[in-house]
């Protein structure tokens, strides 16, 4: 399983932007990157993928440099609501995903 | 439109005892997954189904079977409760890429 490594906790408040930086030496050519957001007592949730640069969509942005190794979520004007675990998942299938411990991100008034 | 559902939402065993944890969703997914998440720990994944009467291992098998008779449903059995089984069980089902995952609300299973 292609493990990454993240921070286990970020601290925001509301209105900021918020960049979770997820660190992926071992990526692998085909290898893709996912991010998923979990709330306490629910499932996880898709939030995005890409293969390099960028990827926008409506939730948040991911930006990859040109080597790969590292990767990070950006999630424009945080609200309460966002407080959440967020996983990056490095892996060209499902039975590739590593899930980890994820970044705890809390966010303030 | 329910997406993934699961039952039971809670249940507490006694170690030894057996049980089957149901999972349905209604997307017409090829794909559907089982995972187990300890306190404070990401998710791991247990048994996998590529398509109806199809099973495979996942990452942490042991102790746990299951079992894919119809495309929308897929079990996950208990044949022997230990208490290194407590945890939160998730289902999940995706198309054939297997990157979108859909989750269901979970169940937590204590085994005293």
């Known amino acids: 399983l292609a493990k990454t490594t993240q921070p286990i906790s970020m601290d925001s408040y509301e209105g900021q932007e918020v960049n979770i930086t997820c660190s992926h030496n071992?990526?692998?050519?085909?290898?893709?990157i996912t991010w998923y957001q979990q709330f306490p007592s629910q499932g996880p949730r898709f939030i995005i993928q890409g293969y390099k640069t960028k990827v926008t969509n409506e939730v948040a942005s991911l930006f990859i440099p040109a080597d790969r190794k590292s990767s990070t979520l950006s999630l424009p004007r945080v609200s309460l609501s966002d407080t959440a675990v967020y996983y990056c998942?490095?892996?060209?299938?499902?039975?590739?995903?590593?899930f980890g411990s994820g970044t705890k991100l809390n966010v303030k008034p | 439109n329910a997406g993934v559902t699961q039952t039971p939402k809670f249940r507490v065993l006694k170690t030894g005892q057996s049980m089957t944890l149901l999972c349905a969703q209604d997307m017409n997914h090829e794909y559907m997954y089982w995972y187990r998440q300890d306190p404070g720990m990401g998710l791991r994944l247990i048994h996998y189904s590529v398509g109806e009467g199809t099973t495979a291992k996942g990452e942490v098998p042991d102790g746990y079977n299951v079992s894919r008779l119809k495309k929308q449903n897929f079990l996950l059995g208990l044949e022997s409760a230990a208490p290194s089984q407590t945890s939160v069980y998730f289902c999940a089902s995706s198309d054939r890429t297997g990157v979108e995952q859909y989750f269901g609300p979970g169940t937590r299973l204590t085994v005293t």
């Open positions: 071992n990526i692998a050519t085909n290898d893709y």
């Open positions: 998942l490095v892996g060209d299938n499902f039975n590739k995903f590593y």
